[in-house]
């Protein structure tokens, strides 16, 4: 792939006049003619026709020496679970096809404000569902790297879409891995922030303790950029941490001999060998640079993936119960309402997302609540605890898959296997820490990542 | 035989101003169909509640007002039922379950029986704060037999006070006026406007003799409660003495045919699958909090009102009387403070004006009925001083007073008995031969002469019993002196 510019160097670029950003709007064109019904990263494109008026408008402001937003020109993709009032908001279900909302996601406002572009909206597992985005109704997104291969999920499509040049920004969202996953996946970078840094208001939930809205590019200047634009207190989102903006674009680089890097043994095993060997090397990088490097020891990490799993499952099933055939485009065609109600999550969940609902109904239930949902809810204040109790003196290195992108179906059979590509992401989203994911090396031409945790509200204070 | 009665009371807190977790109107009567929505009390995908201020401020005035003990933080929990006026599919309320936290917890309610003058109480097991779902419209046919039904959200998100009390009401009047007092506080907290359609309802359980309890639903008036409970006394009793055993079961208040129905079986053991809800963390209930609410809920001590008014020396029908229509004792107080007689403006207020209201279909709970302070203040004024009796402030001034409270006093008020004279000396003169026919036993020229009398006064208000004493008097005492 030819080598594709970061959106803070092309921003730049704009400003200069190095670049024309009407010329970038043809290249970004021409990567989704040569690659999108390959990869399948989009649900919906916007019109190209609109892109163009638009970037023109921005193009003669920039000549005017006009003052433009931080992203002007630059061409982000949204993840479809993400609510946009100009393009159809499927999260990936048949349920919501087509579903135009009456209404702009915070973040998405937040984008139009500095004058972004939105490109497309970007596919993902159904729900936001799944490690590897091949459980979408609109087909599964392929690896831009391998198209053999899955490009993780369940924000694959923000992923595959960076990887190819189809976007320049992207906007994902992560209950438990599902942007840093396909961050490792494809050789680009995604931040899970601090819980609460993002407003959730426009997030179709799944998980909502859990999640947050994540910038996503293809490097870790260009996610400081986004997210100090979608970042910062939403008085519509009561969960949103009253803060200020993240100002983490304009944050230097860590002197090396300052920063302790935690090796958290539950964390840093398990995963294959090829991995385990990129891991190391970085991490004696490091150390080489004058990095210190320390172990510690996170027990309650085996706990992590059920609980992580119980708590998301539970109030997944309670956010997707409004989906009953009144408001939205699949119908059940019943003659009553109990089978209106029936009919329509028949046809409009995939089997993954009615094996969830089940699971989180069953862990909600009254004398199964306290086994499951109460005691997930005690092993997540553990995991809140213990991490939080580390990330004070140190930043935690972990993996973040035990595996490879596996190829396509690879994974699907078994469903224990599938949640177990979360087992590393999982911690952050337990304990509410910003947890940013870079790429460090390819084996055979597939890349391999690593994941940096921090301390909540430590996002661009001091990544090594 | 020993009756056992707790209520469940559901309460819109209709002058909240927005609904519970968005901007849209608390009081959504008189819009038109789905007006009054937005996509977060829609339940649109990714639209989060964000608790209302004013709300929690008002249930916590609330939760004073009932000696309630105050928790340290409120948690909110969802409910969830498949309804279709419900369009998430969950209600938020503060089930305690699953960590659900309410804003009250064992308080006690003081509540007056006011024609026997007897205050009794009652412990409250609990208030939440919950959020009303839409409204559905049946067709003909009703619930079972229309094709179809037709859903209004405006109501959806509207802010609930959901207060449980304990088993321990002894009568169903004891239950009417346990509600009556409940609204009647309510009002005077601000919470809600007890008289707006539809605004509370009341699931009353009752038990005979420590038999098992049937729960009552859909009461939806103040007086219902009372007949409602007197029915299912009634049932019970009857089954009981054929020798039969009440079942415990739900029972649904017909209000058209005074009769209470069985509700249909539930087939399975209903499973709300409680949790606190995500999108909202616990509020801390400060200490600030708590003053601010005092200072409502002192407002709206009813007792504290009534033993203010009871020191005046008022009898205590009239101070329920004024204390039982808010904005008479408003007007109570002004007229005090600018120095009327407290027993007299307390019986001008409680019984003849009131009663005119009444008379006139004109509604006592509405500020505008009632005249301004000053008004009251000179009437009562004039009664004191004698120069009107109090029949002819009651009989003349109070009605017209009601058909315009704002009129100015000036024009309500007869002509003085001094004034008069000497238009009756000056009738009496020119009607020589009406006087006659009347000293002669035809009474009806006495109404004649009434009438010269008014029109010789023109437009000013006089009571025409007030000409016919004078009439009297002066024929009886001899020819009109010319």
């Known amino acids: ?464 | 035989m020993k009756v056992t009665i707790g209520l469940e009371i559901h309460v819109q807190m209709s002058e909240a101003g927005s609904k519970l977790f968005c901007n849209c109107k608390a009081d959504y009567r008189g819009l038109n169909v789905n007006t009054n929505v937005c996509p977060v009390c829609l339940g649109l995908p990714g639209a989060l509640p964000v608790v209302s201020k004013r709300s929690v401020e008002l249930a916590l005035a609330t939760s004073l007002a009932l000696k309630c003990e105050i928790p340290k933080f409120i948690v909110f929990t969802r409910k969830h039922y498949f309804y279709p006026d419900l369009p998430k599919n969950y209600q938020i309320s503060m089930i305690e379950r699953a960590g659900g936290v309410p804003i009250c917890r064992n308080g006690v309610i003081s509540f007056l029986d006011p024609s026997r003058w007897e205050w009794k109480s009652c412990r409250i097991r609990r208030v939440n704060i919950e959020e009303d779902p839409g409204r559905t419209v049946y067709e003909e046919g009703g619930i079972t037999g229309s094709p179809y039904a037709l859903v209004d959200y405006n109501r959806s998100g509207v802010p609930l006070l959901e207060i449980v009390t304990e088993p321990d009401i002894e009568t169903p009047r004891d239950a009417r006026l346990l509600v009556e007092y409940l609204l009647l506080t309510l009002e005077y907290l601000g919470v809600t406007n007890p008289r707006l359609e539809g605004v509370f309802r009341v699931d009353a359980n009752i038990s005979l003799d420590g038999g098992e309890r049937v729960e009552v639903k859909n009461i939806g008036s103040i007086a219902d409660v009372e007949k409602a409970l007197n029915y299912e006394i009634l049932r019970q009793s009857k089954i009981r003495e054929a020798g039969g055993v009440i079942e415990r079961e739900t029972r649904h208040w017909d209000p058209v045919r005074g009769v209470t129905r069985p509700l249909r079986h539930k087939e399975y053991e209903e499973e709300y699958l409680y949790f606190p809800d995500p999108d909202l963390p616990p509020i801390a209930i400060t200490e600030e909090m708590v003053k601010g609410a005092l200072k409502i809920a002192v407002e709206a001590d009813l007792q504290a009102l009534l033993s203010e008014l009871l020191k005046h020396n008022i009898p205590p029908e009239h101070a329920w009387s004024i204390v039982s229509t808010k904005p008479a004792l408003d007007l109570f107080k002004k007229v005090v403070s600018l120095g009327g007689d407290p027993q007299v403006v307390a019986r001008m207020l409680a019984v003849d004006y009131k009663g005119e209201l009444r008379e006139q279909g004109k509604d006592p709970y509405d500020p505008s009925n009632w005249p301004p302070p000053d008004t009251i203040l000179e009437l009562s004024k004039l009664t004191l001083t004698g120069v009107y009796p109090y029949d002819t402030i009651k009989g003349l001034i109070i009605p017209n007073l009601v058909s315009n409270p704002l009129a100015r006093l000036e024009t309500l008020v007869p002509e003085k008995a001094g004034d008069l004279d000497l238009v009756v000396e000056e009738v009496l003169r020119e009607e020589v031969r009406a006087v006659k026919d009347y000293l002669e036993g035809k009474t009806q020229a006495l109404n004649y002469l009434v009438g010269r009398v008014i029109k010789k006064i023109g437009r000013k208000a006089v009571d025409p019993r007030i000409i016919r004493g004078l009439l009297e008097k002066r024929i009886k005492a001899g020819a009109p002196r010319t």
């Open chain 1, 1 to 464: 792939m030819r080598r594709l510019k970061q959106a803070w160097e092309l921003v730049m670029d704009f400003r200069e006049g190095i670049e024309d950003p009407v010329e970038h709007v043809f290249n970004v064109f021409e990567a989704i003619r040569r690659w999108e019904a390959r990869v399948n990263a989009y649900i919906s494109l916007e019109s190209p026709d609109l892109i163009v008026e638009e970037v023109e408008r921005i193009a003669r402001g920039i000549n005017a020496g006009e003052k433009v937003g931080k992203l002007a020109g630059l061409l982000v993709s949204v993840k479809d679970n993400i609510c946009t009032s100009f393009l159809p908001t499927t999260a990936g279900s048949r349920m919501l096809d087509p579903y135009i909302p009456p209404y702009d996601a915070t973040v998405v406002k937040r984008l139009l404000e500095e004058d972004a572009i939105v490109v497309g909206k970007a596919n993902l597992d159904e729900f936001a569902m799944g490690s590897t985005t091949e459980l979408s109704a609109f087909g599964p997104t392929r690896n831009p790297w391998d198209l053999e291969r899955v490009p993780g999920g369940s924000s694959g499509g923000s992923a595959a879409s960076l990887a190819y040049g189809g976007s320049d920004l992207s906007l994902g969202s992560d209950t438990g891995g599902s942007a840093r996953l396909p961050a490792a996946y494809t050789a680009t970078v995604g931040l899970k922030p601090t819980y609460g840094l993002v407003s959730r208001y426009g997030l179709i939930p799944y998980g909502n303790s859990l999640e947050q809205i994540s910038p996503m590019a293809r490097s870790v200047r260009d996610v400081a950029l986004l997210l100090d634009v979608i970042g910062g207190w939403d008085p519509l989102d009561a969960t949103s941490l009253r803060v200020d903006k993240p100002r983490t674009f304009t944050t230097s680089k860590a002197d090396p001999s300052k920063v302790t890097v935690c090796v958290v043994k539950e964390l840093s095993e398990g995963a294959e060998d090829v991995i385990e060997r990129a891991y190391w090397r970085i991490l004696k990088k490091l150390e080489s640079e004058g990095v210190e490097l320390r172990e510690e020891k996170l027990p309650v990490a085996s706990k992590a993936l059920p609980a992580y799993y119980t708590i998301a499952f539970a109030e997944a099933a309670s956010n997707l119960a409004r989906y009953d055939g009144v408001f939205y485009p699949t119908k059940g065609g019943g003659s009553t309402w109990e089978e209106e109600v029936e009919l329509a999550r028949m046809k409009g969940f995939g089997r993954e997302v009615k094996k969830r609902i089940l699971m989180g109904v069953y862990a909600l239930s009254e004398g199964y609540r306290d086994e499951y949902y109460i005691a997930a809810t005690k092993v997540r204040r553990v995991v809140r605890d213990e991490v939080s109790r580390i990330s004070r003196s140190c930043i935690i290195a972990s993996q973040v898959s035990p595996i490879l992108p596996p190829r396509l179906g690879e994974r699907l059979d078994d469903p224990l296997k599938l949640y177990a590509m979360d087992v590393y992401t999982v911690i952050a989203n337990l304990a509410g820490a910003p947890a940013l994911v870079q790429p460090i090396e390819f084996y055979n031409g597939l890349p391999i990542g690593i994941q940096w945790i921090g301390k909540p509200l430590g996002e661009g204070s001091s990544y090594p």
